[in-house]
Structure formats: structure tokens, C-alpha cells
């Protein structure tokens, strides 16, 4: 009787390993079909594609920007397999898009602005902050008293760039949002969005003035120690002559702004 029970013990044993092994194949082979299928995605969405694409490039078109994001937001939620799923979202390749691939995401938008801007020239000559700017710009060096001409921008283009225009408020300054309403003045803001500078609140909008000129602008307050109240500065930048497309300036012009830092 022992002898036949220790048989079953051996018998249900070896059964029980047959099983595992059977759903270890059943799994990878479910897994190599998956991968394949991740694969026959992306050749179809890039076929003209190496697939050598930057980890931040969701959308496949060699850039890093806000298109991505919303390329994301446009496959959040959605997993392997159906229809608006795309694998270049999927940055944990669990193969679902979640909040997790949304926070990945940001990492890398910010790795990639750091590399871009890495060997980027500094300007730190006016209102007590810094900031970085294109390797092939120059720095101008125009007065304040000219106005919120660039004063840094393309080599021999003096309309094209980033400037700082800053005012020091009075016993009650206007907040950042107002600040930005009144430059806008009788132009048209076409978008704004809150936004952070080295840690202190702001306000980034684009607006198409009177004169029919697009100009992209930040507002940011802090208390500035040389002067002893609260100042308001203007981070604009112009694109009056296209010398970039749209998209182009305003990559540059949020890169500019991810280097900005307030001076002790």
C-alpha cells in the first residue's frame, strides 16, 4: 500500500511539472507574439524608419516637444492590442499607458532639453539671472533704455531672439497673471499655460500683437535683494521675420527658459 501510494505522490508530481512546462511555453510564446506584434506597430506607423528614435519622441517625428506629449495623452489609458495603443507611449513596456509612462515621459523631455542645452552659451548681464542660449547665437548687449529688443539672437539679426524686460513694481505689484494681460495690451493671446521658473510661479503665453507680430512670453515675480522690492520680469521672445518655423522657435524659446535661473 505504501508502495502504491508513493507512486500516485510520483505520478501527480511529474503531472504537476508537465503542467508548468506546458504554460511556460503557452507564455512565451504568447510574449514572442506580442513583441512581434509591437514590432509590425511600429514598422507600420514609421515604415520610412530606422526605429532609432529618442526615448521622448513619441510620436516618430525626430523631435522632443509638446506634439509628444500630446501623442501620449492621445494613448493614455489604452493597452496591447487594441487600436489607439501605440508602443513608442508604453516607456515601461508593461504594456499598458498609464501615469507611469506619463511621469517616464517628463524625465526624459527634461534629460533631452539638458543634453540639447549642455554646450549652450550663458548670459547672466541682466536683472540678477542667468540664462542659456543657442551655441550660433551672439549676445548684443543692447540698453535696457531701447526697449525689449533681443539681446541675444542669430548672428547679424537684430529682430530675432530672447530679452528680458523687467519693471520694478511699487508698494502694490500686479500679480503675474495681470502682468500678462496688460503686455498683451489690445493683442490677441492665442495660449497661455501656468508654468515654473526655478521654482517661483509663472505664466508663459503667445501673442499676436498689433503689428501683426507673434511674441512668446513668460512672467515670473521675486523679490530682487539689490533692489529691495518685488520685480517683474519679461521673458520675450520674437520671430518677427520667420527665420524659424513656429515650432522650431518655440523649442528653442522653452529650452531657453529650462536653463532660467534666479541669481543670489
Not at 501623442?71 to 489607439?84: E, H, V
Not at 500678462?180 to 493671446?189: C, K, N
Not at 503689428?211 to 520685480?231: P, R, W
Request: net charge negative.
Amino acid at each position: 500500500m505504501r508502495e502504491k501510494g508513493f507512486a500516485q505522490i510520483i505520478v501527480i508530481a511529474l503531472i504537476g511539472i508537465l503542467i508548468i512546462i506546458i504554460g511556460t511555453i503557452v507564455y512565451i510564446g504568447f510574449r514572442f507574439r506580442t513583441s512581434s506584434h509591437d514590432f509590425a506597430e511600429l514598422s507600420n506607423q514609421f515604415p520610412d524608419e530606422s526605429l532609432n528614435l529618442a526615448p521622448c519622441d513619441i510620436n516618430g517625428d525626430g523631435k522632443c516637444n509638446d506634439a509628444d506629449i500630446e501623442s501620449l495623452n492621445k494613448a493614455m489609458g489604452t493597452y496591447r492590442g487594441q487600436n489607439d495603443y501605440n508602443p513608442l507611449a508604453d516607456l515601461d513596456a508593461d504594456g499598458v499607458i498609464n501615469d507611469n509612462d506619463r511621469q517616464l515621459h517628463l524625465k526624459l523631455l527634461d534629460q533631452n532639453q539638458k543634453d540639447e542645452t549642455a554646450n549652450w552659451k550663458t548670459n547672466s548681464n541682466d536683472y540678477n539671472v542667468s540664462y542659456k542660449y543657442p551655441g550660433d547665437w551672439e549676445y548684443k548687449g543692447l540698453s535696457a533704455d531701447m526697449g525689449c529688443i533681443p539681446d541675444v539672437g542669430p548672428v547679424g539679426d537684430k529682430n530675432t531672439g530672447f530679452d528680458i524686460c523687467g519693471a520694478v513694481s511699487g508698494a502694490g505689484p500686479l500679480s503675474v497673471e495681470d502682468e500678462a494681460a496688460e503686455s498683451a495690451g489690445t493683442g490677441e493671446v492665442l495660449n497661455k499655460r501656468n508654468i515654473t521658473l526655478d521654482g517661483q510661479e509663472a505664466i508663459q503665453q503667445t501673442v499676436k500683437f498689433k503689428d501683426g507680430t507673434i511674441g512668446i512670453q513668460a512672467f515670473v515675480q521675486y523679490e530682487d535683494k539689490a533692489f529691495g522690492k518685488t520685480l517683474t520680469l519679461d521673458l520675450i521672445g520674437l520671430n518677427p521675420e520667420n527665420k524659424y518655423s513656429e515650432s522650431d522657435f518655440e523649442k528653442i524659446f522653452n529650452q531657453i527658459l529650462s536653463t532660467f535661473k534666479l541669481l543670489d
